[in-house]
């Protein structure tokens, strides 16, 4: 049986990358500590596989074929293919495709039909976080696609129990695997459109403190509410809700907000409670 031994979310804004070099000393000091918290916490759940949950940015789907879930189920998953992200030490990533047939089968059975893919480009949404947080040695990764990019959206209800079927799949497994979730992407941000640049700070910390209080269905109801006001990028919180779902709503620790206009997002970074009994000593 396999255990799942964190779960795990992070933003993953491109100007981390793009403009490291001319950001402010003290947003370099605020983003390091923060991925460096939520690396420290994955290498202590030594996990044998890392699934990731992210939008795909127009790398992989356009809108001639954009399915609503996407699940990587390849043995391995080439890096990024964004030019600023050449650095990225992995050219290619391990997958780990007999969970991912797994997890795949049991969601369909739990009323989910997303699409496979036997090879996905993991874009920045899913390499920011795994670069930046430090995560050493990197594990096989099982990408999974949340379309937060395009309306229509799957609602957040559904991702929330969409994690929830990811769960319960992970436990159901039958190889000895420790298996940590990584949500990546939100919180408020705002991209190519008139209010580009825009955080909503109060949205971002209203959420937080529905995440922390562990009341889905008032978390739920505040995002489909509230999700589409704060700039198209906040649809991205979708996947924080999958997370939540895994987690069963409950345990949530947020390790950072911060608003940050220079890099045009509302930045979280968050772990949820089951991985309070891991020893990170060892
Ligand atoms: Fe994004």
Not at 186 to 198: C, D, K, P, R
Not at 199 to 223: M, N, P, T, W, Y
Not at 272 to 277: A, Y
């Amino acid at each position: 049986m396999a255990d799942l031994v964190g779960i795990y979310a992070a933003s993953h804004g491109p100007m981390i990358v793009r403009s490291w070099d001319v950001l402010p000393p003290a947003s370099k000091h605020t983003l390091t500590t923060a991925f460096a918290e939520v690396g420290r916490r994955i290498n202590a759940a030594k996990p044998d596989v890392l699934i990731v949950i992210s939008p795909d940015h127009w790398v992989n789907f356009f809108l001639d074929n954009l399915p609503s879930i996407s699940i990587g189920v390849g043995e391995t998953h080439d890096g990024p293919p964004e030019p600023w992200l050449n650095d990225f030490p992995h050219k290619q990533l391990a997958g780990h495709a007999s969970l991912a047939q797994h997890i795949t089968e049991h969601v369909f059975n739990c009323g989910f039909e997303p699409s496979v893919s036997y090879k996905l480009a993991l874009d920045h949404g899913f390499c920011i976080p795994l670069w930046k947080a430090g995560i050493d040695p990197l594990p096989a990764i099982v990408p999974i696609i949340i379309n937060t990019v395009e309306a229509p959206f799957p609602s957040a209800a559904r991702c929330f129990d969409f994690g929830r079927s990811i769960a319960e799949a992970v436990n159901r497994y039958e190889g000895s695997l420790r298996v940590a979730l990584l949500a990546t992407g939100g919180l408020s941000h705002s991209i190519g459109e008139a209010t580009m640049g825009q955080i909503d700070e109060a949205f971002d910390r209203e959420c937080l403190q529905h995440f922390a209080s562990g009341d889905r269905d008032v978390l739920l109801k505040f995002l489909e509410r509230k999700m589409p006001l704060a700039g198209n990028g906040a649809a991205e919180v979708r996947n924080w809700a999958a997370a939540h779902g895994a987690a069963g709503a409950r345990g949530f620790d947020l390790i950072h907000y911060s608003a940050m206009p220079e890099i045009y997002v509302g930045c979280g970074f968050a772990a949820w409670g089951v991985d309070k009994n891991i020893n990170t000593n060892k």
